[in-house]
Every structure is written in C-alpha cells, then in structure tokens.
C-alpha cells in the first residue's frame, strides 16, 4: 500500500511538473528542483493575488464585486 501511495504521488507530482510548463535540466533530479522553485513561485503569486483582493474588498467594501 505504502509504495502504490508513493507511485501516485510521484505520478501527480510529474503531471504537476508538466503543467508549469517545458522541462529544464539535464537530469531528472535538475528538473524536480526547477519544477519546486516554479512551484514555489507560482504559490506566491497566487498568494499575493489573494491578499490583492482581500485589500480591495477591505477598502471598498463588498460593492466591488457586486455583492
């Protein structure tokens, strides 16, 4: 059970990997560290659109959006 978890994670993992885009690296192992560092950014980015949002909606009230 354990390593049928571990193969799914590796499997998402790598689907993952391919939605941030080309693979870079010449080894796998270059490749999953520049794919962590995309993930890492693109967490950031979402994070920062979130509290972007999160302050409109703060200083000009739920109307914004049309609630």
Do not use: P
């Amino acid at each position: 059970m354990k390593m049928r978890t571990y193969g799914r994670m590796r499997k998402l993992w790598r689907i993952w990997a391919k939605s941030l885009g080309e693979k870079v690296g010449e080894t796998d192992k270059q490749a999953d560290i520049i794919a962590f560092i995309r993930t890492t950014w693109w967490l950031t980015h979402m994070a920062t659109c979130l509290f972007i949002i999160l302050n409109a909606i703060a200083n000009h009230g739920w109307n914004l959006i049309g609630l």
